[in-house]
């Protein structure tokens, strides 16, 4: 079982910046690939990005590439998202989930879910 709680969600500024933070429990949580996704109103959720078990790999949409960062600290058991450059489309609920595979872009592919942190990016 892994329980996964995001933070640093908020409020900012078009072209400001933002970190999320997903926080994991569970001694095996490590050996999980993680990803992020987002779902804005009146929209599907969709894929952010995701990172390897090991933090080697990442893999993001094409909507983020250049402009958010995924990284983890696998010592904390941590999983961050930087955002640079922001939009008001990036404005959303920003989930963090953990996945058994070794990464996935792919929703339903992952097995637990963090409860979502609101970013709100003002033009």
């Known amino acids: 079982q892994v329980r996964l709680v995001e933070s640093g969600g908020g409020l900012v500024q078009a072209g400001g910046s933002l970190r999320l933070s997903c926080a994991a429990s569970?001694?095996?949580?490590?050996?999980?690939?993680m990803g992020w996704f987002r779902q804005a109103p009146g929209k599907e959720r969709e894929f952010v990005g995701t990172?390897?078990?090991?933090?080697?790999?990442?893999y993001y949409a094409d909507s983020v590439k250049g402009r958010f960062t995924i990284s983890r600290d696998n010592a904390k058991n941590t999983m961050y998202l930087q955002m640079n450059s922001l939009k008001p489309e990036d404005t959303a609920v920003y989930y963090c989930?953990?996945?058994?595979?070794?990464?996935?872009?792919?929703?339903?592919?992952?097995?637990?879910w963090g409860q979502g942190t609101q970013v709100t990016v003002s033009s």
């Open positions: 990172i390897f078990s090991s933090g080697s790999n990442t």
């Open positions: 569970g001694r095996t949580a490590s050996n999980y690939a």
């Open positions: 989930a953990a996945t058994r595979l070794w990464y996935s872009y792919r929703q339903e592919e992952y097995d637990y």
